[in-house]
């Protein structure tokens, strides 16, 4: 988890010092965004920067963010919602998690935005864990209706979150991303971690 979390810290200040021309070329972010940003019309009918951009971009894309306050809110959420999932899972389970929701997270951008613009950011892979972690809170309740009340809270702030920010971001939220990622979790957490 804390390699994932220094990557993308390490990215994001190597392509804040470019912008402010400390260090390599200034346009160094938006070089980074089309090689390694997830851009759906790839998948059509554009032409890639190298020849395995359309597949490699279901990964790189989770590295990349949209500046200081987009990184710094993620790599909190990871810490907190990884700690967890390292805990019920090991290291390989968290990163089974990670990679699967990030994956499942593009995957679903790719089949419902409707934007050319690109998706960047680690918030598919957090959904995720969200989702692994709120199955296992469900499945832990000893009844349906304390599973409801454990859960629920969670679910309406998901989405109240989604709306809201959708709306404040003009649109440019990446709510697809969130909703795969989400259901990658939730379903791989039925398989793996599910407490006894």
Do not use: K
């Not at 994932?4 to 200034?26: F, K, Q, S, V, Y």
């Not at 050319?116 to 989702?131: D, E, N, R, W, Y």
């Not at 709510?175 to 939730?186: I, K, R």
């Amino acid at each position: 988890m804390w390699i994932l979390i220094l990557t993308c810290c390490a990215i994001e200040a190597a392509l804040l010092l470019a912008d402010n021309r400390i260090i390599g070329p200034p346009n160094l972010r938006n070089l980074a965004y089309e090689s390694f940003a997830f851009w759906p019309v790839l998948l059509q009918d554009a032409t890639p920067r190298y020849p395995l951009q359309p597949l490699l971009m279901f990964g790189t894309y989770s590295f990349l963010h949209a500046g200081v306050t987009h990184l710094a809110f993620n790599m909190v959420s990871l810490w907190s919602l990884g700690r967890i999932v390292v805990q019920q899972t090991g290291t390989a389970g968290f990163l089974l998690f990670y990679g699967v929701s990030t994956v499942a997270g593009a995957i679903c951008y790719a089949m419902f935005a409707t934007t050319i613009q690109p998706m960047v950011g680690a918030s598919g892979a957090l959904f995720g864990l969200l989702g692994a972690i709120l199955l296992w809170t469900w499945h832990a309740q000893p009844s349906y209706g304390s599973a409801i009340r454990a859960t629920w809270r969670v679910f309406a702030f998901l989405i109240l979150y989604n709306v809201v920010m959708y709306y404040v971001l003009g649109g440019a939220l990446a709510w697809e991303t969130h909703l795969g990622g989400f259901w990658a979790g939730w379903l791989l957490a039925r398989f793996v971690g599910m407490p006894d």
